[in-house]
């Protein structure tokens, strides 16, 4: 078992003609994933690497049965993308694209909900399901299979992680990158919940950062969870009202520091591990 | 990007909100001027992209222009939670009846916006909300409704604004909708919303935050940036699309990913450094990135050693190596530069540094010990 | 047993200072209907026929405990009324306003169903269960309780029926006009499919006319309902492209016609009076 | 309301939508003009608030001014539709390569709006959708959503719409997006939208309908309605507040209710008579509005009988009567005049209406009778 994405996973590809989405597309058939086809208005009927290209997301699933789809469409699009993925009734909605308005990601956001889709992202890698299917830019070759749940609003910082994790033998489950804005379609407490559920996953691994609340929101849904938790918080040295890197990585008025979320996590009973190698050591004294 | 209360009032002003009549200065004699204009009886305000201005006593309340111009040489000699004061608004003073607080602004954990008010203005909104969170009233803004004239009522309501104001109360709450729409804020605030003598519901002050992200439709806010005095550093990183922050310590950090480079800050202060800057040169960084990079933070005069973090994923080491090296081509290399290169094409990368004046680290924790030591090596002058 | 209203129904009055807003509700408690509230932006705290006023729906919800909410507010401003009621919780919204832009309605309506609410008109009488409540502008002495359903289109043209269904000592369970707009939250479908429920209702009236095709996809549904179902079409003399008072009862390019909808009931089996009196005698023969 | 296409083509011409050059005349000599202004040759079309103008011959291609001018003398002295010609629009004759359909209308069943294109243009499109439904594109609107570009791909994609022209096509359907808000438009129709041999993508006819309950905030529809030549008697009816619609008939009808009202019509005809006239005076109605109300049928040359037909709910059958009084004060009755009266103060009113030339009737059905023979009776000009 997983969570989200497995060998079954039906994958369509928005912006398949760009740079971006050409080459990760060929990055996920080269790993396995299901991609049954791209879309890109006025260029239906051409094919990207192997992969037929539809005019619409909708004549795209009809033809294609696609049950995900993965965005690589530029920030001015993007938001647009979403809302056409959710309007065809595309299920899992993942979003890899940064810089995309806020006003407009509010509305995308809320569009997917009422439509009962599911949003990864957006300013995120994507997610893995070692061995079965990689929808996003993640690089599969550092992942290995095994009981680790992993759920990050980071990419490399995560990468660094499974990469430790595996020095060590230890594999994931599924691997899942909610993204760094502060407009994101799945959030901590959401992933947190589907791997409680997973038979497979026998403890989650949480990399939170600055900004926002989801942390403190997660330290509270952990204390009804079965399985173990760990964390780690980047950002403590962050100062005030500056962006780090990601549009939802900012202090700002004093609430979504780094002190907060590390007091709430570990009120909950959550270790927070002081450096990457250390979270690695509190997975292998829990398993 | 956070505006000056003078560029949001111009803003503010062009979306129908009634302000007061002012004018921004740079010198004390300028200050006098713009009173002896403006009726003599002014407010002198001290201009930083900031809040809490009031509390640090950057606002002066002056009977005449000798008053004023005596007010702002006092204030443009100071500095200002951090900020250097080097702008002042001076502006007509205003008899004030009653004051409120009006906002809206991009609440994360509902995904939407949310709409304050309170029938205290001119106060700490978050202190506020902390000590008597009835005095507050707040509407979440659904989305795919957007924002309706009912929900002023709805917030005017619950934060007791006096039934006679609805009118004028709805109108400023549609306008600064209108302002959160036109120009991509995250934040429209306006703090104190004051009940004049004559009436007039007027924004005393104006506090406006737009969305980064947005810039790309919005071309003039190249202008504002500009005038709000952006550093330079920071303003050459926006134009080469550098992701870069200027910090106030002395080792320059340079890695790929966000979540990566604010643990390598974290990491380097754990070892009792301080970070000169945050710098990500992002996924799959070509080599003339990196070395942009690597040029803009050997430009910071403040820096006295380097880390170069990078975890190669979809990234590769060996192009990572080789921008550093063109950076560092035909350079002197002034300060100690760290690197440590890990993941895809790792030994590659490594094999093209060897010899070089770039210092190798094995590990993450490794990188960063060796980086604050060396910068505390370096020139000296900033331990 | 009714469908929609009945005795614990706690209504509040949108637009309640206003002259339409005002006579009705003393009409509504008149009858017997809890009204609970109301409300008009500016004048909360005062009292209007014994009823208190609030600034929002929101705040008179959560002061009286309303469930549902009559809607009195002028055209330019009932569409808005209508999400505010949606917003706030409001079960069931019942809008009386005629002349709503479409444009606005079509929004409202989407919005209603987006909350889970359930919308009847625009541009309707309201709905009664006699004896119990009546929301909006029936004449509720013309009405007697029994074992018809009334579900209609129009207003007048009902009282008509319902005035003589009583002549014939036939009462009614429920009874609904569910607005004469193009656009309307609660169609003939989703009333016949309540009445099909209701252990009361032994017979359902249907009177429909021209314009849309709601009609005809009420005699596709009745098919599969156990109860009889009898009807009366008005308009078959109406002339193609002219709005006949409602701005629903049109008929655009040939559709929407009597003819039409006289055949699709037909054709389920439903039997269509050529005379209001006619009405009456089919509903006497089937109970 | 319907416009006319020269109206619809000015609002899609603001709206960035290009269209011929044209000219609107009122005579053949006009037509000659207009021609010679636009090169010699024209097409000359008819302008009535109505499809289907072409195969009813409403449309002429003229190869030089003499040709249009003929035309124009022919077309105008026609009844097209049932529409007396009054005015033609005079357009330059365009090279078209190719022929496409697009409308924006809404779809009552689901209630939103529906984006309909197909490949084959100038085509009755309602029967396409019965023979050829393959042709046709349809994409339905998430009015939480709005009109997107991506509705147009969808449906450029399912119409068959050439690749190459997706831009112009997309930029085509936004416009009519545009129009639809901002006029309220229940159907903006281009048909044809042509593509000409110079590479543009015009609309060579304009179909614009727009909501009259939307009328309240566009009083600019007064002047394109009065332009449009609406009947005087609708007119006066629209400015008086009067749910009025002229019919062919000679029995006036008045009553309340909208459905009342309509079966009342039905039952005039199933009597054999033709009714004049739909005139609701809604719920409520006061003495003053059933004045007017019998005024404005009275005024109508065609009536030659009336029928007042009244189901007292909230309107009271007194004053009802009342009204009918007033408006017969002073005035002589030239036509008979039959009312029913029922529900709310029946009795009251009828008491009032004794000893006047109102003639009662018991019965909605016998009051059908009633008028109907007395229209027979009446001046006998129109059985």
Redesign the interface.
Known sequence: MSILVNRETRVLVQGITGREGRFHTAQMKAYGTQVVGGVR?????QEVEGVPV??????ARAETGANASVIFVP??GAA??I??AA?AGIELIVCITE?????EM??A???VR?RGSRLIGPNC?GLITPGEALLG???G??FRRGPVGVV?????????VV?ELGERGLGQSTCIGVG?D??IGTRFVDVLALFEEDPETEIVVL?G?????DEE?AARFITQMTKPVVSFI??????E?????????IIS??TGTAQSKIEALTAAGVPVA????EIVDLVAARL | MRFYEYQAKALFRAAGIPVPEGRLVRTPEEAREAATALGGKVAVKVQIPIGGRGKAGGVRLAPSPEGAEAAARELLAKEIRGYRVDRLLVEEAVPIRQEFYLSLTLDRARQTSVLIASAEGGVDIEELAATRPDRIGRVWIDPLLGLRSFHAADVAAQAGIPSELLGPFVERVLQIGQIQAQHDALLVEINPLALLEDGRLIALDAKLETDDNAAFRHPEWEAEESAAGEHPLERRAREEGLAYVKLSGNVGVIGNGAGLVMTTLDMIQRQGGRPANFLDIGGGAQADVVRRALRLVLDDPDVTAVLINVFGGITRCDEVARGLLQALDGVEVRVPLVVRLAGTREAEGRALLEGTPLEPAATFLEAARLVVQRASEGRGDRP
């Open positions: 208005a006025g260029k239906g009927g539809f005019d619409s997301v909708r004549q920030p001015a647009d993308a809302c056409e309007d810089g995309i308005p806020v006003r509010v509305q956001a809320a569009y009422a890698p830019i993640l690089p070759a550092i990050s609003r980071s990419g490399t910082l995560t990468y660094q990469a760094g502060p407009i990399i950062e600055i900004g926002g609340s929101d980047s950002g403590r040295s962050a100062p009202g500056k962006r780090m890197g990601h549009a939802g990585a008025g004093g002081e450096t990457i190698t």
